[in-house]
């Protein structure tokens, strides 16, 4: 098996980057470029929109009763993270790539428990899509390519209403 990641532009100029593992590589290109194609989008050349995006760290830590934002703010900083943002259901603990591990593991041994922890590509700027016809042909080409068996992530800079996210 061996990771490609192939990088394109949705119908909008919707910026995406398709990372996969497979064990076929001429039949991987033929299924991303014919997704692309069929939903008017268009493929790139490796770099041509991966600039668009920052490779994180993101670990989120669940808001459960007895936190204290203080402290986990301050857990998370001497651990080693740029940032952390708090939203009503989580602290979002945002590392550099490289700082990444040692972030998750400093705030395991201080005790917390994560919904999650990757490693996302995170867009820079966001495309919002207002056209109901593009916004369907964006959303077509996300959902096929998150159908595709070969596809682990699928990273893009579109702002899509929450109904396109109940799906994952």
Not at 109 to 123: K, N, V
Request: hydrophobic content about 35%; glycine content about 8%.
């Amino acid at each position: 098996y061996e990771e490609i990641t192939y990088e394109g532009y949705a119908p909008g100029g919707v910026a995406v980057i398709v990372e996969l593992v497979t064990d076929n590589r001429n039949r991987t290109a033929s299924d991303v470029r014919h997704i692309f194609d069929k939903n008017g989008g268009t493929l790139g050349t490796t770099g041509s929109v991966s600039y668009l995006f920052d490779l994180k760290g993101l670990i989120l830590i669940e808001q459960a009763p007895g936190l204290v934002e203080d402290e986990v703010l301050m857990h998370a900083l001497e651990a080693g993270a740029e940032d952390v943002e708090v939203t009503e259901e989580a602290f979002e603990v945002y590392t550099a790539p490289g700082d990444f591990s040692a972030v998750r593991e400093g705030l395991e041994q201080a005790g917390y428990t994560f919904l999650s922890a990757e490693r996302p590509r995170i867009p820079q700027t966001t495309v919002e899509v207002t056209d109901e016809e593009t916004l369907q042909k964006v959303q077509k080409l996300l959902e096929m390519l998150d159908d595709n068996d070969d596809v682990m992530n699928v990273f893009h800079n579109a702002e899509l209403p929450d109904e396109a996210d109940e799906d994952e």
